[in-house]
Nanobody
């Protein structure tokens, strides 16, 4: 059974940085695109960043230039470096593959507040 474990969230002031990690167990990831999503209270889950199996990346307009997604296929992990954080980045962050998603992990809470 595939398990996703997100970590690295926390409370940070506006303009600060966090690095999120997603560890995948029970499956390889090298052949899959992977995505970071986020869900703010009362809102739908939205795509934040996407990385293909070949390493091509795409980002939501709201995070372009601030967030960087990366992957380590050998370690079966996906990371999200978040710089220049804003209060509107506050959400629970999840990772998964975009097609036929695995069971969702618990996510990691990111709170941006002064």
């Amino acid at each position: 059974q595939v398990q996703l474990v997100e970590s690295g969230g926390g409370l940070v002031q506006p303009g600060g940085s966090l690095r999120l990690s997603c560890a995948v167990s029970g499956s390889i990831i090298r052949i899959y695109s992977m995505v970071w999503y986020r869900q703010a209270p009362g809102k739908q889950r939205d795509l934040v960043a996407h990385i293909t199996s070949g390493g091509t990346t795409n980002y939501a307009d709201s995070v372009k230039g601030r967030f960087t997604i990366s992957r380590d296929n050998a370690k079966k992990s996906v990371s999200l470096q978040m710089n220049g954080l804003k209060p509107e980045d506050t959400a629970v962050y999840y990772c998964n593959r975009p097609l036929n998603p695995w069971p969702w992990g618990q996510g990691t809470q990111v709170t941006v507040s002064s």
